[in-house]
């Protein structure tokens, strides 16, 4: 490997041309790496070796780090998906797709010139001068709370709470650092939740008015997403779930157990959580109406005993 690549290396893997020199490259040695391939040049003054991500390249282009939900993603952060946002309540109309590069500059960055490209430009402050790479998990929340959904925001922050990647002190960074009508999603967010499909259940049942025991350990049973009325269990099967039967045979072990013990099971994919909503709001509606009924039967039928 030459100097200049190794040097690369160390810094990330694309750096500009005085930290390279400040390194002890020489100029002849870069001009040498640019003509065998060895390094590129990502655009005037800045180089990378050929195997940096192409996202860090493409932000690098314009000036700065990748950001916001792609930076999250790239953490391996839960994020909503960028083609189908899901907006509750709202319709077709408001499902523009998001620009695809979002870019962190710096509160003073300048983007480079550019036509023909769906990019977004970041300027919030961070706890360093921008560079070239992928901005930190509390800058990208930061601004995903601006660039996403409320829910897809929330969705993120609890993925990134069940990862233990929030430093101290974190959250009371980001409630400050949010607008108003996000604060009690910070506050509200856990990190227990295993999936970002258990985040938006719960966000939206709680909306409704809905308040669930999240993993709960039930004996016999083992430990399902969500309790609701101390009977019914939910479940939010992600779309992630690999060996598809073997995952279906053990789920409906579970279920037969959990009925042995006279709880109820209702189980919501992907699919169905993101956009057939109304479905599964109305089965645990359902769901629950029947239970309260039966208890006001049971209360009645306690009273005439007496
Ligand atoms: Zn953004
Ligand atoms: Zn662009």
Known sequence: MSDIARVLDQLGGIGRRAQVLDRGVSRPDIDHALARGAVIRVRQGVYATPAVDPAVLSAARHGGEVACGAALRAHGVWVLSDEHPARSGANDRDHRPMPRLHVWMGPSGRQHAHAGC??????????????????????????????????????ALESALQLGLIP????????????????????????????GLESLLRLRLHLRGITLQSQVEIAGVARVDFLLAGRIILEADGRENHERSSKRHKDLLRDAAAAAQGYETLRFDYVMILFRWDLVLAAIEGRLAVLQSRQVQDDAARLQDR
Request: hydrophobic share 40%; net charge negative; glycine share 10%.
């Open 168 to 195: 101290q002190g974190g959250l009371a960074t980001l409630r400050s650092r949010v607008s108003e009508h996000l604060r009690w999603l910070v506050d509200f967010a856990s990190d227990q939740a295993d999936s």
């Open 118 to 155: 769906r990019c977004r430009a970041h300027h919030e402050i961070g706890d360093r001068p921008a560079g070239f790479g992928i901005v930190e998990v509390l800058l990208a929340l930061v601004q995903y709370a601006v660039c996403g959904t409320p829910e897809g925001f929330f969705a």
